[in-house]
């Protein structure tokens, strides 16, 4: 954990309100990216970073330490969303719009390389959001952020197995999807 | 060993969950087959370009972070209140328990003295 997360982690533990709002306004971005990729929506995403940051709030005691702040929250937000998506029974399949996106500033030297990458990522986007929210949810929790299966299951109140079929199975329809073997192509979806 | 067979552990190869063993007649399927070689190239490229969304940001309408941190104070506010209201609750349970005790120590010295005096008169 960076050490200035750590301390204002410390803080907060301590009862320093304004440390917590401070661990917010470092973390906001990435809770807020998190939620909409999981729900899908931008007024459900706000609804899943408020409750988020409240149970964060409430639980900061039980957190423990010994993985990053972030991590943790993350695991608190993904169990929000699914709280969320399982109480509001939608399935939502609407395309981001663009300009949500904040260019990645990592490929400003290429601009071939920086269009095919953004090409890339709108149509990954797009596939995320066309997959059922019970697939999504695995696999941005695993293959975009890194977290473990047993804390995926955990999270999503499913068991271990079950959360590795699942991600299978969104592995499979993205890369149908998106990278088609010969004799695939004319089963996928049209990007 | 078919190509079919082995679909289900092709993406678990391709990602960081190797801990599928395969079997021999598996590897040797996968070491000359090279549809199964292609499946595994093109889930690793998928995985990899997940992995690179977690640079992606997305931006929150303004005003949004000023929304949650307004709900945490009210929040914390709420949780004060409820503190203070319970250690309210306490005290006043406490009083009244006290002042039950002390009617009822009362009524015991009324009655007790009354007897007395009967039994003083009687005598």
């Known amino acids: 954990m960076p050490e200035a997360l750590a ?51 409430r639980g900061l005691k039980n957190f423990r ?12 937000t993904a169990n929000c969303a699914s709280t969320h998506l399982s109480r509001r029974g939608r399935h939502r399949h ?22 095919e990458v953004t090409a890339l990522r709108a149509e990954l986007n797009v596939a995320l959001q066309a997959l059922p929210p019970k697939l999504r949810s695995v696999v941005v929790l695993r293959d975009v952020y890194d977290l473990s299966h047993e804390a995926i299951a955990v999270e999503l109140g499913i068991s271990e197995s079950a959360a590795k079929v ?6 499979r329809q993205l890369r149908e999807r998106l990278f088609p073997l010969p004799g695939e192509e004319g089963a996928s979806h049209a990007v | ?22 079997t021999i007649q598996a590897q040797a399927h996968l070491d000359s087959c090279l549809r199964c ?3 595994i190239a093109q889930y690793r490229k998928l995985i990899k370009a997940l992995h690179v969304l977690r640079s992606e ?14 709900s ?36 015991i010295v009324l009655v007790s003295r009354s007897r007395q005096r009967r039994m003083g008169l009687a005598s």
């Open chain 2, 1 to 22: 060993m078919q190509c079919e067979d082995l679909t289900g552990l092709a993406s678990a190869m391709a990602g960081d969950d190797q801990t599928e063993l395969l």
């Open chain 1, 7 to 57: 301390d204002l982690v410390a803080a907060a533990r301590g009862g320093d309100k304004s440390a917590f709002d401070e661990l917010v306004r470092e973390t906001f971005s990435g809770t807020y990216t998190l939620a909409y990729r999981l729900v899908g929506d931008e007024e459900d995403a706000r609804d899943v970073v408020q409750e988020a940051y409240l149970r964060a709030y």
């Open chain 2, 57 to 70: 940001v997305f931006v929150p309408a303004p005003g949004f972070l000023n929304d949650v941190l307004i």
């Open chain 1, 166 to 171: 699942r991600l299978h199975r969104a592995r």
């Open chain 1, 94 to 115: 609407e395309e981001m719009p663009d300009d949500d996106f904040v260019p990645d500033t990592h490929l400003v030297g290429d601009p071939a390389a920086q269009s």
């Open chain 2, 72 to 107: 945490l104070e009210e929040a914390g506010e709420r949780g004060g209140l409820r503190l203070l209201l319970g250690g309210r609750k306490a005290a006043y349970a406490g009083g009244l328990a006290m002042a039950t005790a002390a009617g009822a120590a009362g009524v």
């Open chain 2, 37 to 39: 070689q292609a499946e």
């Open chain 1, 65 to 76: 330490g010994d993985a990053q702040f972030t991590t943790w929250l993350y695991r608190i």
